[in-house]
């Protein structure tokens, strides 16, 4: 008899703030930082919750990316994402609540593996269906643009 996975599970992180900039994450068995920089008040011990959230993007991209390639027979080999991001900081500076902040994610894929140009297209659209991080910032009103190109 075959096991059936939960399609719905609880994730669970637990944050402590260590000062007014600093917060400590811990998920699973791991504690990363989030900061702030020195010039805005921080101890730059890690990154910002902004950049932790385009982080988080480019994780997402490149396991799902795996993934799908697998799924596919499409060799990728390994995934480089770099990604340049229109932020509108009237927000995140009280200046005025901002309904869409992260306006524009630009994101370049480069793979090193064999695959052409027509299989990448083939394994962004792909990705695109399946990442919750783009989907996330894609459903939240930011303008999401992939470009995936071998290395």
Not at 93 to 100: G, K, Q, Y
Not at 137 to 144: C, K, P, S
Request: proline share 3%; hydrophobic share 40%.
């Amino acid at each position: 008899m075959a096991i059936r996975m939960k399609t719905t599970v609880t994730l669970r992180a637990r944050g402590t703030g260590i000062s007014h900039s600093r917060s400590d994450i811990a998920v699973r068995d791991l504690t990363v930082a989030i900061d702030e920089p020195t010039e805005r008040g921080g101890t730059n011990a890690g990154p910002t919750p902004t950049d932790t959230a385009l982080g988080a993007l480019i994780g997402c991209t490149n396991v799902i990316g795996h993934k799908c390639a697998e799924k596919l027979g499409i060799d990728v080999g390994a995934i480089t994402v770099e990604i340049a991001c229109d932020f509108d900081r009237r927000g995140v500076t009280l200046a005025e609540e901002i309904d869409v902040p992260f306006v524009a994610i630009r994101q370049e894929v480069t793979c090193t593996g064999s695959a052409s140009d027509a299989d990448l297209q083939r394994l962004g659209a792909e990705v695109a269906r399946y990442c919750p991080l783009s989907k996330l910032f894609e459903q939240a009103g930011t303008r999401l643009e992939t470009v995936w190109r071998k290395g």
